[in-house]
């Protein structure tokens, strides 16, 4: 019989079949509330079992799960539930006041608690409703929203998994982060970036123990590693960072012999950082490349890395990947293009509502997000760049365009360009480059307090410089990388 996994939070130990009751139960009331399969439903919450099982739920019915960001503004959510059609929303209490004022009159909000001010609550259907039956094989995938060059964000579709392909691809996961139901293992980021909530899900489907934390306090989890004996993390390379500034008494204090595997992604990882890890934790760090369109691509192990320092490694089991040029020719190793990588075992996707974007980005069996990169000889992969202008600080995606989007709607602003400058700790943050009206006086902070109503925080420039020459080509284009060096 296959060992049930369990869920610690706040303390309290669920069994994850307890978690999939109450999901079934919370799906009955999606579907009195009108949720049908292939409906989209939004969810707004903090990291809780709540949040697990409300994805469970709605991919009980078939329904679509629509993770959003908790650090959106009105605009931008409001944006998201009209391009994904979500007939439902789901949120915490904290966030039900900007929920209402995004929702439009077809989408049914729901509490993530009790219920609350006519709006009925997932913890009501819980206790009350009768578990609903599964409709059918449920979705593997999930509609995830990111931006692209355009700055508007774009809605991932992965394809749906079903019967012997669903099963497979599950083992393919259990692999790539070595689980099985002896694993120890904590999720400290938000459940709504889509590698948080993978991997989440899939330590407890494999029968593993993960303690979920509210967020990344890099003391807390040298306390979990020691006190519960953990043997097995998924970090981004700003928690190692942090995690590597705690002082070195701190650190000696700490036993981490447990970890028998450690892996990381979602940004680039510094080299220093990187060696600083290995040193201190042993080899078994492997890192990963993916994407939300492409899904999990590549991955290398402590001893590749060290041997080819900046390798994101070898293509996964069944994938393939190649670099093309402009003109999409495949090109040879050594040479810097674009990467695509086939969909091997892993669901296909397209962005939903923009049909051209999605043909943009396939080349027969393969599809490219846009990184630059190379192979070597030997098939392991190196990236020069995320994409041309994509800024990755601290894991998180931040698009210059839709950042200056916002600042070009101040009535002072006259002209604008965001980059990303390196930073210590995050890898990168973002800088603007501004050109005020005629006779504004307009301080940074100012320009701060405008963004908050227009931008998550996380997308706010940290720094702001204003040149006065700007490295323009003779078609106008500024060249980002010169325009750096303004800073």
Known sequence: MKKDGVLVFDGAESQFSDIKTAAARGAAGLHEIGVGPGDTVAILMRNSPAYLEAVLGIERITGMPVPLNCGLT??????????????AFICDPEFLAVARAACSKRCQLVSSGAATDGLPGWTDWVVRMSPVPRAGAASFGRLSYTSGTTGRPKGVCRAPLSGESRAAFAGLIDDWFDLGPDVRSATLGPL???????????????????????????DRLLTLVDTKKLSHLNLVPTMMQRMLSLPAERRATADMGSLRFVIHGAAPCPPNTKRAFIDWIGPIVWEYYGSTEMGMISRSDSREWLERPGTLGRAWSGRRLQVRDDAGTVLAAGAVGEVFADFGPAPDFVYKNLPDTTQR??????????DIGY????????????REDLIVSGGVNIYPAEVEAALLDH??????????????????????????RDAAD??????????????????????????????????????????????
């Open 74 to 87: 009105e605009p931008e959510i409001r944006h998201i539930l009209i391009d994904s059609e979500a007939v």
């Open 192 to 218: 709504y970036h889509s590698i948080q909530l993978t991997y989440a899900m899939a330590v407890l489907r494999a029968g593993g123990r993960l303690y979920l934390e509210r967020g990344f306090d890099a």
């Open 361 to 370: 980005a396939r080349i027969g069996d393969f599809a490219t997000n846009g």
């Open 375 to 386: 192979l070597d000889e030997a098939g392991y992969l190196f990236l020069l760049d995320r």
């Open 411 to 436: 009535p002072d602003i006259d002209d604008c360009a965001v980059v990303g400058l390196p930073d210590p700790d995050l890898g990168r943050i973002t800088g603007a480059a501004l050109v005020l």
């Open 442 to 487: 307009l301080d940074d902070q100012s320009i701060l307090s405008w963004l908050d109503q227009r931008l998550a925080r996380f997308k706010h420039p940290r720094r702001f410089c204003r040149p006065v020459d700007w490295p323009r080509d003779a078609n106008g284009k500024i060249n980002r990388r010169a325009l750096i060096d303004a800073f």
